[in-house]
Nanobody, 115 residues
């Protein structure tokens, strides 16, 4: 059974930082492209950052220079370091694992940026 378990969300003030983690089980983690998506109220889910098995990354323009995605294949975990957070970063953040037609999602973790 595949499980993606996110953690690290919470309430933070503008300008603050959070680190999200996503621990995967039930997959050969190193084969999968891992991504972080987010969905704000009333908006569509959007890609935030993605890292493929070779380590190449891509980011949404809105988070470039502020967010960093990384992975630890030994721990089957992907991270999202979020710095200089803005109120518009408020959303539910979802972890995604994708490989040749197999696509899995975590349950999401809430990130709220507010003073």
């Amino acid at each position: 059974q595949v499980q993606l378990e996110e953690s690290g969300g919470g309430l933070v003030q503008p300008g603050g930082s959070l680190r999200l983690s996503c621990a995967a089980s039930g997959i050969i983690f190193s084969l999968y492209a891992m991504g972080w998506y987010r969905q704000a109220p009333g908006k569509q889910r959007e890609l935030v950052a993605r890292i493929i098995k070779g380590g190449s990354t891509n980011y949404a323009d809105s988070v470039k220079g502020r967010f960093t995605i990384s992975r630890d294949n030994a721990k089957n975990t992907v991270y999202l370091q979020m710095n200089s957070l803005k109120p518009e970063d408020t959303a539910v953040y979802y972890c995604n694992a994708n490989w040749i037609g197999s696509d899995y999602w975590g349950q999401g973790t809430q990130v709220t940026v507010s003073s």
